[in-house]
């Protein structure tokens, strides 16, 4: 081939694989094939067997993004085949011809991340309703692809909960976890212990005399059907023995005290009705929750944990069990729940704290949030610990995302959380040299904290367009990242956030962005 014509078939090569990246997150092996597709005004779709029942989710998500789907009988515009060979249950193979798109899949969760795919391309057809033909075969890079919300200290509500959902399943996030208590608001119907929502329930973070606010368990149940319809695990969290204030709030009879800053922030844990009050809280949790794992919390204990020095019960366990610290104590509380949780024939969660209590390493993993600690990362993972990464910085939404952004969060050294930093991790800049090449890391998992989220529209705020970055990062292999290549996708999911009203930070355009306001903290 000569110069000119390579020239030619370069430029012909790059335009048309321009108009193919229009899918968030990238697949990891996609090879552009002769011809176009046009899409019909209505698309119909085949299938067999457990492939069949995701044809009514996939027109649920098609309606909301204004495409019309319905299912016939005969051959298909979109035909879903089952092919043993796709190992992974979340592998697929999306094949565009000028006649058909056929998606195959071992599985229904790689079916469905396979329709994912092909509803994207349908969305952002071009002007004249066609999408170039392609053969594309993909594949999750991490297992655990992770958003966490928390609506302890403002609670968001089912709406927004929902479209969380949905974006998430758009872009192949997999795991919803759900910081439902915290100091300042329990926000989980419990009906043995009606108090932790009529007293525990009332006010948030920046008006603690408010409505009380919380999920009945029919609205879990409801919210946890959802998720399921869209391959999405809900994780609960239930913190303890800190961030206790509300439940304590409820019942002050299990408070192990706090500090002049945090009152009442902990359980008590030398009270033994301590451990049976919680214990049946997590009971009512497995029934709502049908996902393998609980999350406890176990961090920032000393936070509010220096009236254990002074607590009867406290100082008798501490004697029996010849500690002497109260980091003993707290390792003591954890282990107990522990042991609660295995027997309910759960998976303990906890934040990288729970390294130091020793547990048990096959029935807990460890989500590493101390981006400053890259030594606990290291000691997790050592000690054989299965690691979820999320580090807050880079993976703290509640962080701003410009610098001059006035209303998230900086680290003391002026560190933020702009979308380059998200869409490249992980990688040895973020973890100081920790090794993440290790089958421990079971993926990557980004926090919503909502101490400067107060309203749907800041939540939405910080959260799109962050989000692509994350699923981009958690899904696809490092050597089909590129930025650039991601940056130019955005204008098609960027459509897609506008089509469903979300108030997005626009980063490429940040001279006419406004910053939509949060609560200054």
């Known amino acids: ?115 994912q795919s092909a509803l994207q391309l349908i969305i952002n057809a071009g002007s004249d309703g066609k999408i170039p033909c392609a053969f594309i075969h993909d594949w999750p890079r991490y297992a655990w692809r992770s958003l966490m919300l928390d609506e302890a200290r403002h609670f968001i509500g089912m709406e927004q909960v929902k479209s969380l959902l949905d974006f998430m399943a758009l872009q192949k996030l997999n795991k919803f976890h759900w910081h439902l208590t915290d100091s300042h608001g329990w926000r989980i119907e419990i009906k043995q212990y009606p108090l932790l929502t009529s007293i525990g329930a009332r006010g948030d973070l920046t008006n603690p005399n408010g409505a009380v606010q919380y999920y009945t368990q029919a609205e879990i149940a409801e919210i946890v059907g959802y998720a399921r319809q869209r391959f999405i695990e809900i994780i609960p969290e239930i913190d303890m023995p800190g961030h206790a204030t509300a439940a304590t709030r409820a019942y002050p009879e299990f408070s192990g005290g706090g500090s002049k800053r945090y009152p009442n922030y902990t359980f008590n844990p030398g009270k033994e009705g301590t451990y049976t009050f919680i214990t049946n809280i997590l009971k009512e949790v497995t029934t709502l929750f049908p996902s393998r794992y609980i999350h406890i919390g176990g961090d920032e204990v000393h936070f509010g944990n220096e009236e254990w020095n002074s607590i009867v019960d ?186 469903k009203g979300v108030t997005y930070f626009n980063y490429r355009n940040v001279d006419a962005e406004t910053e939509v306001p949060g609560p200054v903290r």
């Open 1 to 115: 081939m000569n110069v000119r014509a390579t020239i030619l078939f370069l430029l012909f090569f790059s335009l048309y694989l321009c108009k193919a990246q229009k899918i968030i997150p990238y697949p990891n092996q996609y090879e552009p094939t002769k011809g176009e597709l046009k899409v019909p005004k209505t698309i119909s779709i085949t299938a067999s067997g457990e492939f069949a029942s995701l044809i009514p989710g996939f027109i649920q998500s098609a309606e909301q993004f204004s495409v019309s789907v319905i299912e016939k009988r005969s051959k298909g515009f979109i035909q879903l085949v089952q092919n043993s060979t796709l190992v992974n249950p979340e592998e697929y193979r999306l094949t565009i011809t000028s006649r058909e798109i056929m998606i195959e899949a071992g599985e229904a969760a790689g079916c469905f991340y396979g329709l």
């Open 314 to 499: 406290v100082q008798q366990l501490m004697k029996k069990h010849d500690f002497s610290n109260l980091i003993d104590v707290e390792h003591y509380f954890i282990k107990r729940m522990s042991d609660s949780i295995r027997n309910l024939n759960k998976t303990l969660i906890g934040w990288d704290e729970v390294v130091d209590a020793n547990l048990p390493v096959a029935n807990t993993v460890v989500m590493w949030w101390r981006h400053e600690k890259p030594k606990q990362l290291d000691k997790a993972i050592s000690k054989g610990y299965q690691v979820i990464m999320c580090p807050r910085i880079p993976l703290y939404f509640d962080f701003i995302q410009l610098e001059s952004h006035k209303y998230g969060r900086k680290w003391s050294d002026g560190a933020y959380v702009p979308i380059e930093l998200v869409y490249n991790f992980p990688g040895t800049d973020y973890t100081s040299g920790v090794s993440i090449s290790t089958d421990l890391i079971k993926g990557m998992q980004a926090n919503l904290w909502t101490e400067r989220i107060h309203s749907p529209e800041r939540l939405q705020f910080m959260a799109y367009p962050r989000m692509s970055a994350l699923s981009e990062a958690a899904w696809t292999q490092d050597k089909m990242k590129n930025f650039e290549n991601f940056n130019s996708r955005m204008d098609y999911m960027m459509k897609i956030y506008e089509k």
